[in-house]
């Protein structure tokens, strides 16, 4: 799941992540970092889970929530 939109949500889009691809769920210009909030635009976004439906900004922050779920 996408952290909560605190941008008021103008640009937001909503992804459903699979493995090795997402499916643009409602169009928007970017999401929202799971770990650390940061915007990322779509055309950007490389990292996210399919099991936890949540992106990631970069490759540290994917590996910060693999060990906060897996300890």
Do not use: K
């Given at each position: 799941?996408?952290?909560?939109?605190?941008?008021?949500?103008?640009?937001?889009?909503?992804?459903?992540?699979?493995?090795?691809?997402?499916?643009?769920?409602?169009?928007?210009r970017?999401?929202?970092?799971?770990?650390?909030?940061?915007?990322?635009?779509?055309?950007?976004l490389?990292?996210?889970?399919?099991?936890?439906?949540?992106?990631?900004?970069?490759?540290?922050?994917?590996?910060a929530?693999?060990?906060?779920?897996?300890?």
């Amino acid at each position: 799941m996408n952290a909560p939109d605190t941008t008021g949500g103008a640009d937001l889009a909503l992804l459903n992540f699979g493995d090795g691809d997402f499916t643009v769920v409602r169009p928007g210009r970017f999401v929202l970092c799971a770990v650390s909030g940061v915007r990322i635009p779509l055309e950007a976004l490389r990292y996210w889970s399919a099991v936890h439906q949540e992106a990631y900004a970069g490759p540290a922050e994917a590996l910060a929530r693999w060990r906060a779920v897996n300890p």
